[in-house]
């Protein structure tokens, strides 16, 4: 009698919404973690990422893990804004967004980006910014498109439909807007002070990108005490990540969070839990240390909180909504045998 191969072990949901980190080509011991399905994701970051074949062959190596251990394929993204933030440098957008003057030049400069991420294997993008600045010294500086919501909506919803039509994931960020913020939250913990009126009307271009069916929402790491009085944190706030962006927006998609290692989020007691009871769907983070606490977090919770393993399966559902749509143009899939995944 010939015995069929063992089949993969399943992706547990807490796996599944915790990114690993890299910031060159993985180790044996990054490549174990993958096979045996303890992430459900890869965020390239750092620029250590030197050529598209360096980076797809990166990229390739994964998903073969991947599928070969777990048969689930990776989800990889990268922030690629343009300008000042290009993870892979030697890939559009060669403008920065406040440099793309129009719909027809921002969808233009993402379909370029879309083109040389795809061949690199990388299949989300953490972009566009879509926050309205509305303070004189914004530190966005010229991440954002420019300084009026509806122009803002116009735009992201162009780079939005540049990415998705050619099979990228987008992200729009940072949810509910940083505009009004006078620091960077990778750098210090931030509060916005800006009024009720001033918030609502930045949620404009966010609307609009969820309207076009922009796959994936990052929620910021600030605090809105306006939006909610309990000072919590957008990516620890269900008033923010469920109430207004599930409920009032009618976002369907993967919510993403920001870093949770970033100096705010990383006071925070058990943030992983935290986040994704709130309604962060994927967790990010700037290390592989910091990512590893966070599944660790996630398995040592889990058993204790219904409303976290309930939690745990939403958001692994939408994850897998996210694989199956990334599949269904051109992105990595597993059905095919590792062969597939990897030679992408």
């Known amino acids: 009698m010939i015995l069929a ?33 303890l992430m459900g994701g890869v965020l390239l970051l750092g620029h250590g990422w030197t050529s598209p074949q360096q980076t797809a062959e990166v990229t390739g190596e994964l998903q073969g893990a991947a599928c070969a ?30 440099e793309m003057t129009s719909p027809v030049v921002a969808e233009g400069q ?12 990388v299949d989300v993008d953490f972009a566009p910014v879509v926050d309205t600045p509305t303070v004189a010294r914004s530190f966005l500086g010229t991440r954002a498109f420019s300084r009026s919501q509806p122009e803002n909506g116009d735009l992201g919803v162009a780079f939005v439909q540049g990415l998705q039509n050619s099979g990228i994931a987008a992200t729009a960020k940072h949810f509910p807007g940083l505009g009004a913020a006078d620091a960077n939250t990778d750098d210090r913990q931030v509060v916005v002070h800006a009024g009720i ?19 994936l929402v990052m929620v910021s790491s600030a ?29 369907t998609g993967v919510a993403v969070s920001d ?26 983070y700037g290390s592989e240390r910091a990512s590893e606490q966070g599944y660790a977090t996630l398995v040592s ?3 204790k909180y219904p409303h976290l393993r309930a939690r745990l399966e939403e958001a692994s559902n939408r994850i897998h909504a996210l694989k199956t749509w990334l599949a269904a143009n051109g992105g990595p899939s597993c059905t095919e045998g590792v062969a597939r995944a990897a030679a992408k």
């Open 5 to 37: 191969p063992p089949a993969p072990p399943p992706v547990a949901p807490t796996a599944e919404v915790v990114m690993g980190t890299l910031t060159a080509p993985p180790t044996p011991a990054f490549l174990a973690r993958v096979r045996s399905g």
């Open 69 to 98: 251990g777990a048969g689930e394929p990776l989800l990889v993204a990268a922030d690629q804004e343009g300008g000042v933030v290009r993870r892979l440098v030697w890939a559009p957008p060669t403008l920065a967004p406040a």
């Open 110 to 121: 993402a379909a370029a980006a879309a083109e040389a991420l795809a061949a690199a294997g």
């Open 197 to 215: 009126g001033v918030l609502r009307r930045g949620l404009l271009p966010f609307r609009r990108a969820v309207d076009a069916g922009v796959q």
């Open 223 to 251: 605090s809105y005490p306006a939006l909610d009085p309990s000072g919590a944190a957008a990516v620890f706030s269900p008033a923010i990540a469920t109430g207004i962006l599930r409920d009032q927006l009618g976002f």
């Open 259 to 284: 870093a949770l290692d970033a100096p705010a989020p990383a006071r925070m007691p058990h943030a992983a839990t935290h986040a994704v009871a709130a309604g962060i769907d994927l967790l990010v």
């Open 301 to 303: 919770d889990a058993p």
